[in-house]
């Protein structure tokens, strides 16, 4: 069954310490896997799209990777408007996304 | 410009009862999506619709009945509404299956 696992649930993380979140998924036919970020009250946001093992992909302080496995998505010197709920999404075969559960990022000052 | 809008953004009700939630997007996109999100935060794919072309999720109870005037819009029918039912439900839209979808804030139903 197609599945995909973020860890961890939450990170809290001091202003400018660096850190990485993962998503591990288990997906027949990968068409692409998709990073979000959602903020309380809202919809997800999208940040990066991959679509193949050893791609990278990076945005001000956010760089994604993927591999056959997982994909991270590493955060440099996090500021407080970081903060919100990361969802990572992987495309199957019949262009279904399946959503992880988020890790929700905790940036403190 | 909002580019995926729902209304209403909260919607408070009674067992039983029938509700709408309407959802327009102003991208030219050519799919739109209707997702459920639990209170566990993981976003469920209820509906796609592209092109007249409805894909339904198999787990969606047929009380659940999406309706598109247009292209533009996909509004969501839900008849007799089960406590179940309450969560906050995301349209979104993207130009091809293949590229990334655009989400709307959600509309927050609560069943009473």
């Known amino acids: 069954e197609d599945q995909v696992t973020q860890s961890p649930e939450a990170l809290r993380l001091q202003e400018g310490e660096s850190s990485s ?13 998709f990073w979000y970020r959602q903020d309380p009250g809202k919809g997800p946001e999208f940040l990066f799209t991959l679509y193949s093992a050893g791609e990278e992909k990076e945005k001000e302080r956010l760089k994604a990777t993927l591999t056959k496995k997982e994909s991270f998505l590493h955060i440099t010197a996090p500021k407080p408007e970081d903060s919100a709920t990361y969802l990572c999404a992987v495309q199957d075969s019949n262009y279904q996304l399946i959503w992880g559960a988020g890790t929700k990022l905790i940036i403190k000052p | 410009d909002t580019a995926v809008s729902q209304t209403p953004k909260y919607l408070v009700t009674q067992m039983g009862n029938d509700k709408s939630i309407k959802c327009e997007q102003n991208l030219g996109h050519d799919t739109m999506y209707w997702y ?52 906050v439900y995301f349209c979104a839209s993207s130009q091809t299956g293949l590229q990334p979808q655009h989400f709307g804030d959600g509309t927050r139903l609560s069943i009473l």
Do not use: W
């Open chain 1, 21 to 33: 979140l993962n998503c591990s998924y288990t997906v027949s036919g990968l068409r692409g896997l």
């Open chain 2, 36 to 87: 459920k999100q639990d209170s566990k935060k993981f976003l469920k794919i209820m509906f796609s619709y592209n092109n007249k072309e409805l894909i339904i999720n198999e787990t969606v109870p047929n009380r659940f009945s999406p309706k598109s005037p247009d292209k533009a819009h996909l509004n969501l029918h839900i008849n007799s509404l089960e406590l179940g039912d309450s969560a």
